[in-house]
């Protein structure tokens, strides 16, 4: 049983344009919640994480929300560029940022110059 | 800059042969770390959670005489995959944090090929 979703296999934006990744949940006690980037023959880079208790957190280009009562989060980069184009991994944590992470299948993003 | 090593990058090795992976964490100690596994088009899945000094915690369906966990110093990590067989070839990641609340860092990864 699939707890992270990532329903989305593949997204193409052109540069310069919004990138919005998403992810849906299963599991409500799941508690914290980040994303990597992976490039491949890479391990998974870590890139932004969000509390439970927040609904929003900024980091730069990167921006997650989390809608705790739809159980879906959602990762968006503005302004998209080149070199952002990797997979895209969610994961989830139950008890904080110390526990194990349960990851989705990921989404291979693309952005054409 | 890379915080967790892993080597080899990658390994072909024939059936039946033992096949060990190494992880190690850079300028810092890692009481814990994770071993996960990759298979393609499918997402990261915890093998075990390799603890320094004590035995490791494996995942329910994860054989813990097959792949054996060695930890023993605060900066490496071994996962020994054991009579490997062709169903074993995937990629193989490690990961540790940094310490307290920090997110996981993960290694490079490992592509074993079992022929």
């Known amino acids: 049983d699939q707890q992270v979703k990532q329903n989305s296999p593949s997204l193409s934006v052109q540069e310069g344009r919004i990138s919005i990744l998403n992810c849906d949940y299963t599991?409500?006690?799941?508690?914290?919640f980040l994303w990597y980037k992976k490039y491949p023959a890479e391990g998974p880079t870590f890139l932004i994480s969000?509390?439970?208790?927040?609904d929003k957190n900024e980091d730069g280009r990167f921006t997650v929300f989390l809608n705790k009562s739809a159980k879906h989060l959602s990762l968006h980069i503005v302004p998209s560029q080149p070199g952002d184009s990797a997979v895209y991994f969610c994961a989830a944590s139950l008890g904080g940022s110390n526990y194990k992470l349960t990851f989705g299948k990921g989404t291979l993003l693309t952005v054409n110059p | 800059g890379a915080v967790v090593s892993q080597h080899p990058s990658r390994v072909i090795c024939k059936s039946g042969t033992s096949v060990k992976i190494e992880c190690r964490s850079l300028d810092f100690q890692a009481t814990t770390m994770f071993w996960y596994r990759q298979f393609p088009k499918q997402s990261l899945m915890l093998m075990a959670t390799?603890?320094?000094?004590?035995?490791?915690?494996?995942e329910q369906g994860v054989e813990k005489d097959k792949f054996l966990i060695n930890h023993a110093s605060l900066t490496l990590s071994t996962l020994t995959v054991t009579s490997a067989h062709p169903e074993d070839s995937s990629f193989y990641i490690c990961?540790?944090?940094?310490?307290?609340?920090?997110?996981?860092?993960f290694g490079n990864g490992t592509r074993l090929t079992v022929t």
């Open positions: 990961s540790a944090r940094i310490g307290g609340n920090s997110p996981l860092h």
């Open positions: 390799s603890n320094e000094g004590s035995k490791a915690t494996y």
């Open positions: 599991n409500s006690m799941f508690d914290y």
């Open positions: 969000i509390s439970s208790i927040k």
